[in-house]
């Protein structure tokens, strides 16, 4: 790397690798030329994508394919950088821009982007001598290219593409050395190798004329063994065709022996089906005979069972009479004992009803009081009345009976006294009239409550049967 105007001195040193940074390998792209229109438009070209350690320098070559002296080159550094930023509106730093250039030939690899290198308008201020074209990152789009990033860039001169093409004719020499070096090792591989075919190749020989000799050798024996062994066989078809005359014989024997064997099989199955029948007959006799001896066994066994049985519940019987009598007797004395609460509960009853008689005189006495009163009342109020109706007559000669009006209003007063104390006492009759009534009322529903509890428990007594019954 360089910056603008000393790429001759760097392109000039011999340690220009060894600051140098790869951060794109190189790669075949199709770049779009414009502006040329005696060549084709599209062309095959190698990039290099190169930064400089230490310094802010990044640079991007284009070598055409097919002649490797048509060069481009596009040199950033941190004024140019800064002269795109303003141009471009970059909002990004030195590191992020190479970041994003990387990514953009990532995407030209891809072909979501392309790579355009057009001429640059001399008509336009020369701020940027010697850069004579723009490579542009362009994205294309069905109404309208978008150009992402465009960067300034120039033809290499001569002595930067002869620094160029010596750093890959080293790089070729070196391969070139290393493939040499392995052309040799393979070369004596391979003498290695035709040496060790030779010798296998005489081992089969070797092994080949050993192997005629030793098929020769099993040829004759083969041919001895095949001959004994077609005299053998000729022996054994003459040995056979008398077996089979022999074997003949015998089958003709055989068959009528077993003629008269399925004669004498027919009767057997005769006799056996006979026997048989008789088998069957005797084997349901055995069957019948085994069933009445399971049901005698059976019935045995019930009677043992009812007689066991029966002597248990004479046992149980005996027991249950002597708990009987200690039972009725218990009965007896619980009968007694039941008597004499019975009468104790109805002479409690009968004093209780006797309370209850008395109670219901008083509140008898206490309503006729209560209505003796009201007819008080009644009178009382229609006395008012009357006096009420003389006031108002009188109320025309009132000037001259103001001392029988003062009288009679003494009298009301009175009287309007004792009808308030009267109402009072009426008020408090009425009070605690309906509570000595609720009183009485709970009073009698506890008693009947408790003798009834107490009648239930004695029925049940009576009818529940004692404690050694139960355990029994």
């Known amino acids: ?270 006799g056996q089906e006979l026997t048989e029948k008789r088998c069957q007959s005797l084997a349901d006799e055995l069957s019948c005979c085994k069933t009445r001896v399971c049901t005698l066994k059976e019935q045995n066994d019930k009677l043992h069972t009812d007689i066991a049985n029966a002597r248990k519940q004479e046992r149980k019987l005996e027991y249950k009479i002597e708990d009987l009598k200690q039972h009725t007797a218990e009965l007896q004395e619980n009968i007694q004992k039941g008597n004499k609460e019975k009468a104790n509960i109805s002479a409690e009853l009968e004093a209780e009803k006797k309370i209850l008689h008395t109670k219901r005189q008083a509140l008898e006495m206490a309503s006729e009081e209560i209505s003796k009163a009201n007819q008080i009342i009644l009178k009382q109020s229609q006395e008012l009345l009357n006096h009420k109706k003389t006031i108002a007559w009188r109320t025309e000669v009132a000037l001259q009976q103001e001392k029988a009006v003062q009288a009679k209003e003494r009298m009301l007063s009175l009287r309007e006294d004792e009808l308030r104390e009267a109402r009072v006492t009426i008020e408090k009759l009425r009070e605690e009239i309906p509570l000595q009534l609720q009183s009485m009322r709970n009073f009698a529903e506890a008693l009947e409550q408790k003798y009834s509890k107490q009648i239930l428990i004695l029925k049940d007594r009576l009818s529940i049967p004692s404690g050694k019954e139960n355990r029994r």
């Open 1 to 270: 790397m360089w910056p603008i105007g000393g790429e001759h001195n760097y392109s000039a040193s011999m340690d220009y690798g060894k600051n140098v940074v790869n951060i794109f390998p190189s790669v075949e792209m199709m770049v779009v030329f414009n502006g040329d229109v005696t060549r084709s438009n599209k062309r095959a070209c190698l990039l290099y994508a190169e930064k400089m350690d230490f310094k802010e320098l990044l640079q991007l070559r284009l070598a055409e394919k097919s002649d490797q002296r048509r060069m481009y080159i596009t040199t950033v550094d941190s004024a140019s950088f800064q002269d795109l930023k303003q141009d471009q509106s970059l909002n990004v730093t030195f590191s992020g821009f190479m970041d994003n250039v990387v990514r953009m030939l990532k995407d030209c690899q891809s072909g979501k982007l392309e790579l355009h290198l057009s001429e640059r308008d001399p008509n336009l201020s020369s701020g940027r001598e010697g850069h004579d074209f723009h490579l542009q990152f362009v994205e294309i789009r069905s109404f309208k290219n978008l150009v992402h990033l465009s960067l300034p860039c120039r033809s290499a001169p001569l002595n930067t593409v002869l620094f160029y093409i010596n750093i890959m004719l080293d790089a070729s020499y070196k391969k070139q050395f290393t493939m040499e070096q392995s052309i040799q090792q393979m070369q004596v591989e391979i003498n290695s190798q035709r040496s060790h075919t030779e010798r296998l190749s005489t081992e089969n020989n070797t092994l080949r004329d050993a192997l005629a000799e030793n098929t020769r050798i099993l040829e004759e024996k083969h041919a001895a063994e095949i001959q004994q062994y077609q005299e053998k066989l000729a022996k054994v078809n003459e040995q056979r065709s008398n077996e089979l005359d022999r074997n003949r014989r015998a089958i003709s024997g055989i068959q009528a022996q077993l003629e008269k064997i399925s004669l004498e099989k027919a009767d057997l199955k005769s």
